[in-house]
Structures are given as C-alpha cells and as structure tokens.
C-alpha cells in the first residue's frame, strides 16, 4: 500500500473511533429558547436576591418519614427500621450573618423508641457558635481580624446561610443557584425552556436532557410559578430508568412588598422512601430588628448550666463557664457552678444512655 494512503487510512479510522467513543454533545438552544431560558433564569434569580438580601425571620416546623439502617445508634443499639422526626425551627438570617434555633424529636414507630434533640448554630462577622442542646456544651469559634473562622468552622456543614425549607424551595441543587447550574452543565446537558398549561394555569418548564447515542435521557424537569416570582413550583430528578427518585414540591404566599416566599415544602425520595413536608408559620422580611438576635447575648440559653469550649487558632480549646454576666476561665468558677455544669452534662448523658459518674460530685468537663 502507498505510504500516504496507509497514513490517511489509519487517521480516518482514529477520527471514527474518537467520534464513536467521545461523549455526545448536548444540542444548544435555538435563539428563541436561549432568549426564554435566559429570561425564566433572570427573573427566578432577582426572586432569590431579594429574598437573601432582606433581613429576614422564618419561624416553620417539618414532619419527615424515613427507614434508618441497618446500622448500630451512637451508642451501639440498634436504631434502624421505620422512624418519624418531627421538628421546629427559627431563623434569622441579615446579610451573611444568620442563625437557626431549632428542636426535634426521632420517633421509632415500630419500637416507640423516643430520643428529643435540638441545636443552635449562629454565624456573624465576628464568631460561630455551635451548641447542642442535649449535650450543654457551647461551642465558641472566634474569628481573625480577617474575618476568617477556624478551619472546624469551615468544614461543617449545619453552618449555612439559609435553613432547610429555603435550600430545598430555591436551589436547584443543595448550593448552587440555577444560573450557576446551566453555567457548569452547559455543552454536557442541554435545558429546554417552554411554557406549559397545569390545570387551566400557565407555567414554565426547563428540562434538562442528557444526549445520547440513541436518544437523550431527561435528568430534571423544573415548574416555574410566573405568578409567584418564578419560583420553583415543582422540581424533579430521574434515575437512569426514568424513574422520578426526588421530587420537590412547593406551594407560596406574598411576604410584603409584592415578594413571594414558600408556604409549604414536600420533599419526596425514592417514591416514598423518605418523605419531608415543611410548613411556614411565621415569616418577617425587611425588619431592621432581626439583626439583634445575632448575638451570642440574644441566643435563648441557660447560661449558668453550660460549659463554653473557645476554640482558638492552632487547635487550642479554652474552657470557660458564665459568671456575673461575663465567660471566664473555668476554673476560677466557684464550685457550685461547677456542680451545676456537672449536673446538667450528667442529666443529658443520662438521657442519652451513657454510663453516669457518682451523682454529687462535679465531673470534670
């Protein structure tokens, strides 16, 4: 064979072989539907902005129910089977500062088996608090004069900027806004805006499609409310099989000022598997108060029973305990407020189903 020829030949066969092998390429819009894509994005997201901009209250309650395990509990029994939580919570959120105060109860329906918890996270431009109120220790992280927190502080994940029926109701997926979405998944899925007619009312759809060598295979659908802000009326995610495995339903209500918010919240996994409804009960927008209830001097705790650890910078943890309005080291605290540490970290243990230390006797924290 003529040398030019078996050169031509072997890159016509590594071009069909690349082509065959490489990954379909989602199609692009047409300019109609990039024009209506961009325009349901745009008026979706300046919803968000005002919403997360404005000094906000929420006060709203969830029921989620669940199979857990197999698996052993914290403290070696075993938890798994049917099990109902059943919770409530506030929130305060002024620009990145924020904070949840929330209470919840797991409940072993097959068993009866009944463990009560709660938690308050609070994150301002000076500190982040963490304090669970089963265990009365009050974790403390100050800040730098940069501003940044400790790495603990970084990596935990309850420390965000916006509570579970907002994450749930406005972003497209855990974090990321919509636009940030189609921004990362543009040229692997392709989103297809159209408007659609549901029970006599118009709304807007994106689909987003992944190509394939036969056909695309729909990844989410998303119903836009134009109504209520476009919101997201309804969102769904497909397995491989097509099958809906997490679907997100949301209904909304005007919270002044012509600004719409979720009122109720349905989150479905795995046809039924795991099913969350959150409930709206209260809801503030724009009150410049809000901002004084991110403080540590405006959380709702009882002070002289709690253990504070400050975590300083390199690893160091100071403990210190309230007295005379002010934390000190702990130990310059007299000893009956040390026994009233004592007893309140022994009656969480106890509930807890920890061994117990001789009652009386101050523990050391």
């Known amino acids: 064979m003529d040398r030019r020829l078996f050169v031509a030949s072997v890159v016509l066969t590594q071009a069909f072989l690349f082509h065959i092998n490489s990954p379909a390429r989602a199609e692009q819009p047409s300019a109609e539907e990039a024009t209506l894509l961009e325009s349901i994005i745009a008026q979706h997201e300046a919803t968000i902005q005002k919403i997360e901009s404005s000094p906000l209250f929420v006060e709203y309650s969830w029921r989620t129910t669940r199979t857990v395990g197999p698996g052993p509990g914290p403290n070696g029994e075993d938890l798994s089977g049917p099990m109902v939580t059943e919770g409530h919570a506030r929130y305060w959120k002024d620009g990145s500062s924020y904070c949840e105060d929330r209470d919840l109860k797991n409940t072993w329906t097959e068993t009866g088996k009944v463990t009560d918890g709660g938690n308050i996270f609070l994150r301002n431009e000076s500190y982040a608090i963490e304090y669970r109120k089963i265990n009365p220790v009050l974790n403390f992280f100050p800040f730098d004069v940069q501003g940044n927190p400790p790495q603990t502080v970084k990596d935990q994940s309850e420390l965000h900027p916006n509570p579970d029926i907002l994450r749930e109701a406005i972003r497209y997926s855990g974090r990321e806004t919509l636009r940030e979405a189609c921004e990362k998944e543009r040229g692997k899925y392709s989103w297809t805006p159209s408007e659609v007619d549901v029970d006599g009312k118009r709304y807007y759809k994106i689909t987003v499609e992944k190509p394939g060598a036969d056909k695309k295979s729909v990844q989410r659908e998303l119903l836009f409310d134009p109504q209520c802000g476009y919101l997201i009326k309804e969102s769904r995610t497909y397995n491989k099989a097509?099958?809906?495995?997490?679907?997100?339903?949301?209904?909304?209500?005007?919270?002044?000022?012509?600004?719409?918010?979720?009122?109720?919240?349905?989150?479905?996994?795995?046809?039924?598997?795991?099913?969350?409804?959150?409930?709206?009960?209260?809801?503030?927008?724009?009150?410049?108060?809000?901002?004084?209830?991110?403080?540590?001097?405006?959380?709702?705790?009882?002070?002289?029973?709690?253990?504070?650890?400050?975590?300083?910078?390199?690893?160091?943890?100071?403990?210190?305990?309230?007295?005379?309005?002010?934390?000190?080291?702990?130990?310059?605290?007299?000893?009956?407020?040390?026994?009233?540490?004592?007893?309140?970290?022994?009656?969480?243990?106890?509930?807890?189903?920890?061994?117990?230390?001789?009652?009386?006797?101050?523990?050391?924290?």
Do not use: C
Request: net charge neutral; no cysteine; proline share 6%.
């Open 242 to 365: 097509g099958v809906p495995f997490y679907v997100v339903q949301a209904t909304f209500e005007a919270a002044g000022d012509g600004l719409w918010f979720p009122k109720t919240v349905t989150r479905n996994i795995s046809e039924g598997q795991h099913v969350s409804d959150y409930q709206i009960e209260k809801i503030s927008l724009g009150d410049p108060e809000i901002g004084k209830s991110l403080t540590l001097e405006a959380l709702e705790i009882d002070r002289a029973s709690i253990l504070m650890i400050e975590h300083a910078k390199g690893g160091a943890m100071n403990r210190k305990g309230y007295l005379d309005g002010k934390w000190v080291p702990y130990d310059s605290l007299p000893q009956e407020r040390k026994d009233a540490i004592g007893d309140a970290r022994r009656k969480a243990n106890a509930q807890r189903g920890h061994v117990q230390p001789v009652t009386g006797k101050a523990s050391e924290p």
